[in-house]
């Protein structure tokens, strides 16, 4: 079975992330959602919310799990045994940093592809931090996130009030 890893911060996930994690899931036998834990990086929500999240946009795949993981993502990727590492494209101006990052990753470990998803022009423009900004200011993000996410950005955008 090939095994591919589709990392992330997701905060939030998107309908950008979904349609790439649906994308995957098709061509691979088995996908990996690894949420990177980095206690050191200041998200938007906590760690626990970010998985609840991601694992009910993510619940109707059958052969997605939703990880998460620590440290290298190429340890992570080598442990679940995949062969390719996913990420995703919006514009020309994601490519350098993805491509020096996927360019490192071979050279750690040269049997694990990265494979680029060049996004869906429906989502050409969205990324999580718009999303954060626009929920933040109370604006309309229906249709920019899976309905469960609405609700957390929602309850969110309550507390801080």
Same mark, same amino acid.
């Given at each position: 079975?090939?095994?591919?890893?589709?990392?992330?911060? @997701?905060?939030?996930?998107?309908?950008?992330?979904? $349609?790439?994690? =649906?994308?995957?899931?098709?061509? &691979?036998?088995?996908?990996?959602?690894?949420?990177?834990?980095?206690?050191?990086?200041?998200?938007? %929500?906590? %760690?626990?919310?970010?998985?609840?999240?991601?694992?009910?946009?993510?619940?109707? %795949?059958?052969?997605?799990?939703?990880?998460? &993981?620590? #440290?290298?993502?190429? $340890?992570?990727?080598?442990? /679940?045994?995949? /062969?390719?590492?996913?990420?995703?494209?919006?514009?020309?101006? $994601? &490519? =350098?940093?993805? &491509? !020096?990052?996927? !360019?490192?990753?071979?050279?750690?470990?040269?049997?694990? =592809?990265?494979? @680029? %998803?060049?996004? $869906?022009?429906?989502?050409?423009?969205?990324?999580?931090?718009?999303?954060?900004?626009?929920?933040?200011?109370? #604006?309309?993000?229906?249709?920019?996130?899976?309905?469960?996410?609405?609700?957390?950005?929602? !309850?969110? =955008?309550?507390?801080?009030?």
């Amino acid at each position: 079975m090939k095994i591919a890893v589709y990392p992330g911060s @997701f905060d939030p996930v998107t309908n950008g992330h979904v $349609d790439i994690i =649906e994308r995957a899931a098709s061509i &691979f036998g088995k996908v990996y959602v690894a949420v990177i834990e980095n206690p050191e990086k200041k998200a938007n %929500f906590d %760690f626990a919310t970010r998985m609840r999240m991601i694992k009910g946009a993510a619940r109707h %795949f059958r052969n997605v799990r939703v990880e998460s &993981f620590k #440290g290298l993502l190429i $340890d992570y990727a080598k442990k /679940r045994k995949a /062969r390719a590492i996913i990420r995703g494209l919006r514009a020309v101006s $994601d &490519f =350098e940093y993805e &491509f !020096q990052m996927a !360019q490192t990753n071979r050279k750690m470990c040269p049997n694990i =592809e990265t494979i @680029f %998803f060049m996004t $869906d022009s429906r989502y050409a423009y969205l990324s999580s931090s718009l999303v954060r900004q626009i929920s933040k200011l109370g #604006g309309p993000v229906r249709g920019m996130v899976p309905d469960n996410v609405l609700n957390e950005l929602k !309850q969110k =955008e309550n507390d801080g009030k």
